[in-house]
């Protein structure tokens, strides 16, 4: 269930803002938020409360989602985002789905593997959320509401999965999104996704040669969250989350990236 507030934004013919009380405990509880968001955080403000109007909450396993839940997540997802403007604007990324599922904790889902000998293995696999094609994205509350505190570890849940959205937009999950005409100066769309592609390879490739370092020689373990390696689209979305919410650790590791990302996202400047 929805609190009061929530409820009462559905079927309005004109804008209801999210109260100032609400959206104040939000900003302190996430400080990242204006750190990214800087002068445009009245804009951040006016898409989460669009988002809101736009997306139904589901809460499972008996828990109820308040106002506070929803506006926390309504605003991580809007960030990633709220300067983004070509090929599609702002939540235009995110038209594919309407639904949030939010557990309390990690889901276990039920999986299915076929090894090389043709024989289908079933197992159970713990997630903190999960982003479906054309379908729902389903978060933990728990890595939610810890993200204020995870944002010094680069982690940031929502973000990571509304990047899979992002990355999903145009069809292929890939960990290269729709690039906006003329990106970073390419002459085409094809140069333009083949100059992102190797760079996000090459970055991919050194990130997975420094964990086997680390993992069978004990050399010096990566900052970033080692599900990068998972695959090359994981690398996108942890990158992405780690972007957002840790840029100073996340430019100084990913300089090649962090240009890139810069001119995808337009994300503005850390405040002072």
């Known amino acids: 269930m929805l609190a009061r507030w929530l409820h009462s934004l559905r079927g309005r013919s004109r804008p209801c803002d999210i109260p100032q009380a609400l959206w104040s405990d939000t900003l302190e509880r996430f400080p990242f938020l204006a750190e990214r968001a800087g002068a445009s955080l009245p804009a951040l403000r006016q898409m989460a409360r669009q988002f809101l109007d736009q997306k139904e909450f589901h809460g499972a396993q008996g828990l109820a989602v308040s106002d506070a839940m929803a506006v926390a ?34 889901v276990l889902a039920q999986r299915e593997s076929v090894d090389e000998n043709g024989i289908v293995h079933s197992y159970r696999e713990a997630l903190s959320g999960e982003a479906m094609q054309d379908g729902p994205v389903t978060l933990s509350w728990q890595d939610v509401a810890d993200s204020g505190r995870s944002a010094a570890e680069g982690y940031n849940l929502v973000i990571h999965e509304f990047t899979h959205k992002i990355d999903m937009r145009d069809g292929v999950p890939d960990g290269c999104p729709a690039l906006p005409p003329g990106f970073m100066g390419a002459r085409s769309p094809a140069m333009a996704r083949s100059a992102w592609v190797q760079t996000m390879q090459a970055q991919y490739q050194d990130f997975c040669d420094q964990l086997s370092m680390a993992e069978r020689f004990g050399g010096q373990a990566p900052w970033l969250d080692a599900y990068a390696g998972h695959s090359v689209d994981e690398f996108f979305a942890v990158a992405s989350e ?28 850390v405040s002072g």
């Not at 960030?79 to 990324?93: K, M, S, T």
């Not at 780690?242 to 400047?269: E, I, S």
Request: hydrophobic letters at 55%.
């Open 242 to 269: 780690a972007y957002f919410v840790n840029p100073a650790n996340f430019g100084r590791d990913f300089p090649a990236l962090l240009a890139m990302f810069d001119a995808f996202f337009r994300a503005g400047p």
């Open 73 to 106: 997540i309504a605003s991580q997802a809007s960030l990633a985002v709220l300067h983004i403007e070509a090929p599609y604007r702002g939540l235009d990324w995110y038209q594919d789905f309407v639904g949030i599922v939010v557990h309390p904790g990690a």
